[in-house]
């Protein structure tokens, strides 16, 4: 029996395998097309076209290093004020991140760091030596730091420009910064969830200042709050723009809302068909990322195994023995904190696609890799 396809999706097949980008209106078609097979089709198509059949996963540590935040956003529940909820509050000296970071062994590819708006942890003196010291133990670790948010913040603490910081950062060994703070860049929606943070226009800057100086970096959106479908729309499509000013994006992560916890919470939870749309519209909005992330932790397992069938080709990583996990464990995530890379090999296995090993950089390892003889202690 021939296919059915909501004729609205033929055009905007055409000029996704002609290689047009597609515009705001083919996005909301994408969006509210009943037609979610093809949806789904066409987006694993694309993803095929970019990385045939693999899928990427990273042996990591993960660390929220300090929940001290003053940014006040609505959809935060991991933000602890440091006077009123003592008992909550979590900040690692930098001697505890660097114990954290060795306890996880020598066999992993990156440390994924994200922490809030601290005056005592966001500081050049307290993250250059760490990283140094981490660097000249574990070379082969790549360290995924902070996001524009957090580095926006430490500009002005310091009075430095962007390109400043980010050399300094870069010359104490960043390899790549964390998608984060992006949230939704409309103005609207900004000034109503997450006035005191970085605005668009910076986190755009900061990403393409990095990238320019050869930092790599991640892009996200926060889905499942106020926002509207033309303003999802309109984030993908400034993300495509600033991957064509200023290359060195490698993955963009839909991040769905998590309402336990946060003065949004009645927006409630984003629902599976919600979910695993958005990563198909992900991937044929932005033409230019070569990785679009279906992240376990964020989605649940269950999803990001289906969202392979939707354009998804990364399910981040492993997150090493960690508890560390405070931002989405506190607003209401089930998944776990950690998984085994080999339940990766085998639910990615078990889709229908080959699972490769990666860095930050998405540089891809043998599943067994180890890492070269260490530098002694
Ligand atoms: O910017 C906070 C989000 C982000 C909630 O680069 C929430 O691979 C949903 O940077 N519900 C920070 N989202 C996390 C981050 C990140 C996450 C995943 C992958 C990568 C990457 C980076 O967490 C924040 C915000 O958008 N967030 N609270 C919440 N209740």
Redesign the pocket.
């Known amino acids: 029996m021939a296919s059915v396809m909501d004729v609205a999706l033929k055009p905007i097949e055409r000029k996704v395998e002609e290689g047009i980008p597609l515009g705001i209106d083919d996005g909301l078609t994408l969006f509210r097309t009943p037609d979610v097979h093809s949806l789904g089709r066409m987006a694993k198509a694309a993803k095929i076209r970019k990385s045939g059949r693999k899928v990427f996963y990273v042996l990591n540590r993960y660390i929220n290093s300090t929940n001290v935040c003053y940014a006040g956003?609505k959809?935060?529940?991991?933000a602890a004020d440091e006077f009123k909820e003592k008992a909550r509050v979590v900040r690692m000296t930098a001697d505890e991140v660097f114990q954290k970071t060795l306890e996880t062994g020598a066999n992993f590819n990156q440390l994924?760091i994200?922490g809030g708006h601290d005056p005592r942890q966001l500081s050049l003196d307290y993250w250059l030596p760490l990283m140094r010291r981490v660097k000249e133990r574990l070379p082969h670790v790549q360290l995924?730091l902070f996001?524009a948010?957090e580095l926006e913040y430490m500009c002005k603490r310091h009075r430095m420009s962007f390109a400043d910081m980010l050399a300094e950062l870069k010359a104490a060994g960043l390899d790549?910064?964390?998608?984060?703070?992006?949230?939704i860049f409309a103005d609207r929606v900004r000034s109503q969830i997450?006035p005191n943070?970085v605005g668009a226009e910076n986190w755009l800057a900061i990403h393409e200042e990095a990238h320019r100086q050869g930092i790599a970096?991640?892009?996200?959106?926060?889905y499942?709050t106020i926002e509207t479908l033309e303003e999802r729309v309109d984030h993908l499509i400034r993300l495509r723009e600033s991957q064509r000013r200023s290359p060195g994006y490698n993955?963009f992560?839909p991040?769905?809302?998590?309402?336990?916890?946060?003065e949004?919470n009645d927006c409630g939870w984003t629902s599976g068909l919600d979910d695993i749309r958005m990563f198909a519209v992900a991937r044929l909005m932005l033409d230019n990322f070569d990785h679009i992330?279906a992240?376990w932790?964020?989605q649940g397992l269950k999803v990001c195994q289906v969202a392979l069938e939707f354009g998804a080709d990364d399910m981040?990583g492993t997150h090493g023995s960690t508890d560390e996990e405070l931002?989405?464990h506190?607003?209401?995530t089930q998944s776990g904190q950690y998984v085994d890379d080999r339940e990766f090999r085998r639910l990615i296995q078990e889709a229908g696609f080959e699972p490769v090993r990666r860095n930050s950089t998405y540089e891809e390892f043998d599943w067994d890799w180890t890492p070269p003889e260490l530098v002694p202690a």
């Open positions: 956003c959809f935060c529940s991991f994924h994200v995924s996001t948010a790549n910064i964390n998608g984060g703070g992006a949230e997450c943070k970096s991640n892009a996200t959106m926060l499942g993955a992560i991040l769905a809302f998590h309402p336990d916890g946060n949004l992330k992240y932790m964020i981040d931002i989405y506190s607003a209401g």
